[in-house]
């Protein structure tokens, strides 16, 4: 006689989508923080307000041209290899910008680098992975990534109490490791 598989006491899915929101929060924080970056960026490097503004214009023009070729990354490699390759990139981007000094620099680090980055390691993979995991609370599932996504503006005083008392540099460099310590690990592992 068979006996009935334990049921376990947690449903994998929600704990996906825990990290989901987590993950969401950092990664969409560190992207959405640029307005707050904006104002110091002009003080340390005297850019016009027009130069500086074309970052962020940059970013989002990346971030939707990416959105199909993240969305085919995740269908072929599936999100648990493309997620963390997303993250990575974020980090690195992160990374890379608090050592740049001409604005070309952070064209290419925040502007299309960071883009990609988020692309692949957010939204787009965390409501795939949500629609497989949940079909009778799938609208549940994706509001709680929203949730996360929503969440990630209460990271502008953080990013504002960073550049006051580190600087312009290391509060990207902060936020970067951030990725690294918290994103990266709940993408690979979760």
Not at 9 to 28: D, K, N, Q, T
Not at 37 to 54: H, M, N, P
Not at 165 to 170: D, E, H, I, N
């Given at each position: ?25 950092f990664i ?68 890379l910008s ?93």
């Amino acid at each position: 006689m068979k006996l009935p598989a334990k049921q376990p006491a947690i449903f994998y899915g929600w704990i996906i989508l825990a990290s989901a929101c987590v993950s969401m929060f950092f990664i969409y924080g560190l992207r959405y923080s640029f307005s707050v970056f904006y104002v110091a960026i002009l003080k340390e490097f005297g850019w016009s307000r027009a130069d500086t503004a074309l970052i962020f214009s940059l970013n989002i023009l990346v971030y939707g041209a990416t959105a199909p070729i993240a969305g085919a990354l995740v269908d072929r490699f599936g999100p648990r290899k493309a997620m963390p390759a997303g993250a990575l990139l974020l980090t690195a981007a992160a990374g890379l910008s608090a050592l740049g000094n001409s604005i070309w620099h952070f064209l290419i680090f925040y502007g299309v680098l960071m883009a990609i980055g988020a692309c692949i390691a957010g939204w787009i993979p965390h409501s795939a992975m949500a629609a497989r995991w949940f079909v009778k609370r799938r609208g549940l599932a994706l509001s709680a990534i929203a949730a996360g996504f929503g969440l990630s503006l209460l990271m502008a005083p953080v990013v504002q109490y960073l550049i006051s008392t580190l600087g312009c540099r290391w509060a990207f460099a902060a936020m970067g490791s951030c990725v690294f310590a918290i994103v990266l690990p709940l993408e690979a592992i979760v």
